[in-house]
């Protein structure tokens, strides 16, 4: 086990540094130029100020060059500063960082445990009402865009019924916890405030809910699929013939037996909610990797950009390594070498 | 049980309890009811910010503008009941020379910054050329100072290397806002001739403000919010407000829902069309004010595939081809007004300029006439956004179909505002469309931007030509001031719009809508909203 995180732990700065690369290359191919980000259209006809910038921001010297020296400044941990934010990136992305982390966090497991229940449900009601209403709810989670019910939810949930707060991740004129993890829900508990606990709860709901629905749609169809599959195997019948109870035979025979596939699908779902973040995060307002991304591309920032793929990048390999890990943990047939 | 039995059924118990703990969360705190806070209630303004500096000498942008405003103070301010009458500011009086080219300044011997010294000769000086040195967005509005002199320290001398009745009008822009020089240097700033290069300062001013506005930077966390607090030690009147919170609120929707429920004070991108919304909403007060904001398309000859535009006639014809109404009726809800020249409405020059009128006989007949009887094809590079209400792309497409009415074939080719910006100063497009917003209250950035005269503008590249009369005009009106430079301007006016190279679409009004208990919300002609007038009791 431990040779085998060392080993995949070897690798990580190779295929960082390709992504890196892959990021940099791409960024420098489009067809615009970022100075007229930072310059604006009205002094761009203006040789000085364009040019002030462009030694000002790095980007007078040769694309190789520039290249090297960002990969140079990357190794001593300076990922450059923001043309937008005018603050360092990693500073930027700390910042930002955990509000994505702890939205995703709450979307997978909504999605995870919301999804297992609902393919439980289908598998032992199956053609029941229950199983026709949880693959229905299942089908509109992976098949309406985001965007779309992330603006329903809020017009009807916020605007309407004014029964669910706002955008953002806290009330109009209320002040965040001091910062600890980044994460308010968290931090709010450190300081032991109750009332702010409950506030930024309350504004996670909303997005974590339309980011986990599509999950929960797939995982939910799969547990039912897996199940079904166990229900009619020879074992599930020895069991059966053993007379133990249909409960226990679900749970500790055929759910368990049908969880390997979803332990994959959850493990590649964060990089996913990652990605259904830049959405979410754009409609509720709240300020993440997501929205950062965005603006980035928007106004090709390059150094923003090459953070917000890096980080994406570490994220992601360190999501497949865990649910490798998890892999081993659950299925016997599975060693790590 | 074996060992192993053992272990699942407690992962499996942790799982269902974790299972209940959040269905019980989920029902429980669904009401998500807001954490009361303490004091005074605090002013929530909802915009999407274009903010990408906090440094006054480097920003150059509408949120700038506002913000900018309410930390700086300027030497003078504008009357916004009337653009072309200048107000004291941190200047208590001022006089020009004869012809324009030398301007002196009396401070006000009460005003103080923020850290409660004195604003002195000195800081405007350093100011000045700060914002000259640093070669930023804004630094154009100080082209062709010479020299500042500061016989003592309540007065400041700006010499010009030629006539500029411009500056006074510019001297009230919001990036001409006067930084506490000492407290600025000590924390990296420079002003001087290299600063661009040695200048540090740019990350401090991200947490901190030097200025002597009512309100002094508490937090900024961009792409989020900005937080004011009023300045205790202001030598004017005291905003009613003492906190106030800029939070950013992408789209417009959002801001009408956020308004309504009472989550912000003020929304400042509310569309048109959610106006009828807002209707009959007791809580909300809506007002439709006029702005100087406009859309425009450009035509430009002489960039690759512009030869057909190279004729007047086929110019003009384009400009009659267009359905204004229809234009301002499916672009802005009837929100918005016509303009006849670059000079847009309420500025000096505008007044007599007539306005365009759709005639399609008319039309067809000039392009006959100028050897295009059958029409031509060209191509529009165009950012693809919303400008104060205008969708660009929805306004190329209306344009689009009218000029084919008369045989014109106009193929849009929408980019990212980023990529639009290299091709009209790169490769060029023979026809473009954006908007413009003013820097300040004079007519002389619009003839410098939009005039075919050979000072840095969007068009002159790419006419083919340079208009000494309009040059010769220019330099006349800066020379002006008064009655005379009103009818120096107009007459730029008319002669802008005969070249036909740049044709105002739309107008848009501005939608303020506010929580019905706030006052002095306004569009302000310098400043766009003045946060420090803003207070209770509508």
Redesign the interface.
């Known amino acids: 086990m431990t040779r085998f995180v060392l080993r995949r732990m070897a690798i990580v700065p190779l295929l960082l540094l390709g992504i890196v690369t892959i990021a940099f290359v791409i960024s420098r191919l ?5 100075i ?11 040789p ?2 364009v040019q ?2 462009r ?2 921001w790095g980007l007078d010297s040769n694309v190789f060059i520039q290249y090297l020296n960002y990969v140079g400044r990357l190794l001593t941990g300076d990922m450059g500063t923001s ?5 360092s990136v990693s500073t ?1 992305l700390a ?2 960082l955990p509000a994505t982390m702890e939205l995703s966090l709450l979307a997978l ?2 999605g995870a ?1 919301g999804g297992i ?1 609902l393919g439980v449900i289908s598998a032992s009601r199956k053609d029941k009402f229950a199983d026709n209403a949880a693959r229905v709810f299942a089908l509109l989670g992976s098949s309406l865009p985001i965007f779309w019910t992330g ?1 329903i939810l ?2 009807v949930f ?2 309407q019924l ?7 991740r ?6 965040p916890p001091p910062h600890v993890t980044g994460f308010y829900t968290i931090d709010s508990l450190v300081a032991g ?1 109750i ?2 606990f ?2 930024a ?3 996670l ?1 909303l997005p974590a809910f339309v980011l986990a629905w599509g999950l929960m749609g797939t995982i939910s169809r799969l547990v039912r699929a897996a199940m079904l599959d166990e229900l009619h195997s020879d074992y599930v019948r020895t069991v059966r013939a053993k007379g133990i109870a249909e409960t226990a035979v679900m ?2 025979h055929v759910l ?1 037996n049908s969880l390997t596939p979803v332990v994959t699908v959850v493990g590649f779902a964060f990089g996913a909610l990652l990605m259904g973040a830049v959405l979410v995060e ?2 509720f ?1 709240w ?1 993440g990797i997501g ?2 991304a965005v ?1 980035a591309a ?3 920032d390059y150094p923003a950009i090459n953070g917000v793929t890096l980080l994406g990048g570490i994220i992601f390999l360190l999501a497949s390594l865990v649910t490798d890990l998890v892999y081993a943990a659950i299925d016997p047939r599975v060693r790590l070498a | 049980m074996t060992p192993a ?1 053992q272990r ?1 059924n407690r992962r ?1 118990r942790a ?1 269902l309890a ?2 209940a703990a ?1 269905a019980v ?2 029902t429980g ?9 303490t004091g005074d ?2 002013l ?1 303004i909802a915009r999407a910010m274009d903010l ?2 906090m ?1 006054p000498q480097r920003g ?2 509408d949120t700038c503008q506002i913000i900018y405003t309410a930390l700086y103070e300027r030497l003078v301010t504008v009357d916004p009941a009337d653009t072309s009458t200048v107000l004291p500011g941190l200047a208590e009086s001022w006089e020009a020379n004869a012809d324009n080219t030398q301007f002196t300044f009396a401070l006000d011997s009460g005003a103080v910054f923020s850290d409660g010294s004195p604003v002195e000769a000195s800081d405007v000086k350093w100011s000045f050329e700060r914002l000259v040195n ?4 804004a ?2 509005l100080l082209a062709g100072m010479t020299g500042i002199e500061t016989p003592d320290e309540s007065t400041v001398v700006v010499s010009f290397e030629k006539p500029n009745s411009a500056f006074l009008a510019i001297t009230a822009a919001p990036y001409l806002g006067i930084v506490n020089s000492e407290v600025a240097e000590e924390n990296g700033a420079s002003a001087a001739e290299d600063a ?2 040695t200048d540090d300062a ?2 401090w001013f ?1 947490e901190n403000s030097a200025g002597s506005g009512p309100y002094t930077l508490a937090a900024y ?4 919010s900005i937080e004011l607090t009023a300045n205790e030690e202001y030598w004017g009147e005291e905003p009613q407000f003492t906190e106030v ?1 800029m ?4 789209d417009s ?2 801001q009408l ?2 308004l ?2 009472g ?2 004070d003020v929304a400042m991108q509310i569309s048109p069309d959610a106006l009828a919304q807002l209707e009959g909403d007791e809580a909300v007060t809506t007002e439709v004010v006029d702005s100087y904001n406009y859309t425009y398309i450009a035509l430009l000859p002489a960039a690759p595939g512009g030869e057909p535009l190279e004729d007047v006639r086929v110019r003009e014809a384009i400009r009659m081809a267009v359905d204004y109404d229809g234009l301002v009726d499916t672009l802005v809800a009837g929100y918005g007004k016509l303009q006849g020249s670059p000079i847009p409405n309420g500025f000096e020059g505008s007044k007599e300029v007539a306005l365009p009128s759709y005639d399609l006989d008319g039309a067809k007949d000039l392009l006959a006439e100028a050897g295009y009887a059958d029409g031509f094809t060209v191509s529009a590079t165009y950012p693809k956004l919303v400008a104060y209400g205008v969708d660009l792309d929805l306004q190329m497409q209306a344009v689009q179909q009218d000029l084919a009415e008369i045989g014109v074939t106009l193929e849009l080719n929408p ?12 490769d060029g497009t023979p026809v473009t469309a ?1 908007y413009f917003a003013p ?1 300040h209250t004079d007519s002389s950035q619009y003839v410098q ?1 939009f005039g075919n005269i050979d000072q ?3 068009i002159n ?1 790419w006419t083919g030509s340079v208009s000494q009369e309009q040059t010769d005009l220019l330099a006349q009106a800066l020379t002006e001031s008064g009655d005379e430079r009103m009818a120096t301007y107009q007459e730029l006016a008319e002669s802008m719009a005969a070249d036909a190279f740049v044709l105002p679409m739309v107008n848009p009004q501005l939608i303020l809508a506010y929580a019905s208990d706030i006052s002095g919300v306004a569009y302000s002609p310098c400043c766009n909203l003045e946060i420090g007038q803003l207070g209770l009791g509508g």
């Open positions: 489009m067809p615009s130029d970022p007229a980000a930072i310059v604006g259209e009205r002094s761009m006809n203006n000085e100020v002030a910038a030694e000002r043309f937008q934010t005018r603050a930027d910042e930002r497991v909504i445990i229940v603006l809020l017009f916020y605007a004014g029964i669910m707060p706002g955008p953002g806290l009330s109009a004129r209320v002040d405030n009332p702010l409950l506030d709860w309350a504004h709901l749970r500790r368990r754009q409609i307002s300020n929205s950062y603006e928007r106004t090709l | 039995r699942t499996w799982v974790g299972a959040l969360a989920l705190c669904a009401g998500g009811a807001p954490a009361a806070t209630r605090p929530v990408t500096t440094d150059y942008c640093l070669q930023g967005s630094s154009f661009a290069s740019e990350g991200l966390s961009s792409g989020e919170e939070k950013e609120v992408t929707s959002s829902q956020q309504q429920q989550d912000v980019v990212d505002f980023t990529q639009w910006i290299s091709t009209v100063s790169g954006v820097d931007y840095g503008g969007l590249p």
